[in-house]
């Protein structure tokens, strides 16, 4: 399995932006795939993740502001991020697990909220 990030950049606070993520490979064995975001000094942390029957999860943080979609025909994963604050600066792993729980992770894309 690979995972292909794109989107991320810079926005200003209460702005919106969307990455992406397009798997490749073998995508049937992928269960789930989402978004993980990671700063300097801290651990990576989950912000959203949709499984292949499109149950979501959010980290609390994006509850309201976020939305994960899955976009079957082109193997991509979206986040919708919408009133962004600064706090979520930060560099945004796409993830994916496959049946077995094994975990894939693409490259990071970086995200800056600021003005």
């Known amino acids: 399995v690979q995972l292909q990030a794109s989107g991320g950049g810079l926005v200003q606070p209460g702005g919106s932006l969307r990455v992406s993520c397009t798997a490749s490979?073998?995508?049937?064995?992928?269960?789930?795939m989402g978004w993980y975001r990671q700063t300097p000094g801290k651990q990576r942390e989950l912000v959203a993740t949709?499984?292949?029957?499109?149950?979501?999860t959010y980290a609390d943080s994006a509850k309201g502001r976020f939305t994960i979609s899955r976009d079957d025909a082109k193997n991509t994963v979206n986040l919708e991020m919408n009133n962004l604050k600064p706090e979520d600066t930060a560099v945004y792993y796409c993830?994916?697990?496959?049946?077995?729980?094994?975990?894939?992770w693409g490259q990071g894309t970086l995200v800056t909220v600021s003005s």
């Open positions: 490979g073998s995508i049937f064995s992928i269960n789930a």
């Open positions: 949709i499984t292949s029957g499109g149950i979501t």
């Open positions: 993830h994916g697990q496959t049946y077995r729980r094994t975990s894939y």
